[in-house]
């Protein structure tokens, strides 16, 4: 199935450093999404990527979907506590889903 | 509230045991599905369904049954669990397949002893 890697799978940072998290696949991606599950909870849905070389933004959270479809990322600035948790990006093939295996981000006060 | 209710929400049972964990939904979601959380290999997809009575296999169906007989309910049944079946489920709901984000259950984790 389509697969897609993520890095790195582990990042601590101190509290308002940025963090960025790297999504990248083999193949040209239809679209893509990010989600974020906290420590102890549920996926929780970002945000979907369509277009080739989108760029969205939700507060300091921006999101990208490169030029070729193969790849995104995920940029938080000035990370907060609250941002802690694991981040998913989801690839598809028709209704099938696939998970990356995550970038887990640990905020220090 | 819009949600995904999963039952139980812990879960422990002996090998061979008949177990079924629900999952249901109120937003009027046509696409559902079952995933699996472990250390080390993330979320994987168990089945799927498109509309009631579709339901397709995902990555890991092996040991697992769906239906799908009305919209808002998918259950999970596992007719003889296994300890590899140990595991964080969780059910997903989104507006139609792929081109929507899913909502997720709170989660359900399943001992097999």
């Known amino acids: ?109 | 509230e819009a949600q995904v209710t999963q039952n139980p929400r812990y879960l422990i049972t002996v090998t061979g045991k008949k177990l079924t964990v629900t999952c249901s939904q109120n937003m009027n979601h046509e696409y559902m599905s079952w995933y699996r959380q472990d250390p080390g290999l993330g979320l994987r997809q168990i089945y799927y369904s498109m509309n009631v009575e579709v339901t397709d296999k995902g990555d890991v169906p092996e040991g697992y049954k769906v239906s799908r007989k009305e919209k808002r309910n998918f259950p999970l049944i596992l007719e003889s669990p296994s300890p590899n079946q140990t595991s964080l489920y969780f059910c997903a709901s989104s507006l139609s397949g792929a081109l929507y984000g899913y909502t997720f259950g709170s989660g359900t984790r399943l001992t097999v002893v």
């Open chain 1, 1 to 109: 199935g389509q697969q897609v890697m993520q890095i790195p799978q582990y990042q601590h940072v101190q509290e308002g450093e940025d963090f960025t998290t790297y999504c990248n696949s083999s193949t040209t991606l239809s679209n893509i999404q990010w989600y974020k599950q906290r420590p102890g909870g549920h996926p929780v849905f970002l945000i979907q990527l369509v277009k080739s070389g989108e760029v969205k933004k939700q507060k300091r959270l921006t999101f990208q979907f490169g030029e070729a479809k193969k790849n995104s990322s995920l940029h938080i600035t000035a990370t907060q506590t609250t941002d802690v948790g694991t981040y998913f990006c989801v690839s598809h093939t028709g209704n099938q889903f696939y998970f990356g295996t995550g970038t887990s981000l640990t905020v220090i006060p």
